[in-house]
């Protein structure tokens, strides 16, 4: 089983739209959570971190479920700019656990 | 601005060569990674260190090399026994505290012919 496994996409939705991502991870001691995003052919960069709780930042809700082991990311009102990978990334001890994302495309 | 510089940001050599990628931070950050991305895959860690003087391997250390002599600096040679060094070779650093995401350079894009 893979250390983290997201649908690939891609996703294809019109502005305006609601659109979720679901992550599940295998290490059940992984201890912190983060969503990143990637625009093609550049660095990724930290979205948000991902709470117990579950945490929200403007358009953008963060839930995990450590008993199910699954993160999700819910992005409200898409932008065209919202266009990109979303990385689903769990903290292991001392490392981040990077899976292949989720490929996101809003359109006009 | 605090941040993490990679150069270059394109990098050409031939097969056999041995080559540096630079990676500084001035974050004040304790640790530092490198991670390779290849088309269509995940990030993979090479290797990483939590303090000067020190680092450890990450899942494919083979045919790369590392030193940290300086907390800015964190270099990464990949050596001709690399079998397949074309690829994107992100550099990142964090606070050592847990919790702590990461924040990354540009990237370099290394070609090898």
């Known amino acids: 089983r893979k250390e983290v496994e997201q649908d690939p996409g891609p996703f294809n939705v019109p502005e305006g739209a609601t659109v979720a991502f679901n992550c599940t991870y295998s290490n059940s001691a992984s201890q912190s959570f983060f969503w990143y995003r990637q625009d093609c052919r550049k660095e990724p960069k930290l979205l948000m971190s991902?709470?117990?709780s579950g945490n929200e930042d403007g358009r953008f809700t963060a839930q995990l479920n450590r008993a199910s082991q699954y993160i999700s990311l819910l992005i409200r009102d898409s932008k065209l700019s919202d266009s990109a990978t979303y990385l689903c990334?769990?903290?292991?001890?001392?490392?981040?656990?990077f899976g292949t994302g989720t490929r996101l495309q809003v359109f006009p | 601005d605090g941040g993490i510089t990679q150069s270059p940001k394109y990098l050409f050599r031939k097969e056999g060569q041995n080559v540096t990628l630079s990676c500084e931070q001035n974050l004040n950050h304790d640790a530092m990674y490198w991670y390779r991305q290849d088309p269509g895959q995940g990030l993979r860690l090479i290797y990483y260190s939590q303090i000067v003087n020190d680092f450890q391997k990450g899942d494919i250390a083979e045919g790369y090399s590392v030193s940290r002599e300086k907390k800015e600096s964190f270099p990464l040679t990949v050596t001709s026994a690399q079998k397949n060094p074309t690829a994107f070779y992100l550099c990142?650093?964090?606070?050592?505290?847990?919790?702590?995401?990461?924040?990354f350079g540009n990237g370099t894009r290394l070609t090898v012919t």
């Open positions: 991902v709470y117990s």
């Open positions: 990142a650093s964090s606070k050592r505290e847990g919790r702590s995401p990461l924040h």
């Open positions: 990334v769990p903290q292991v001890s001392d490392k981040l656990i």
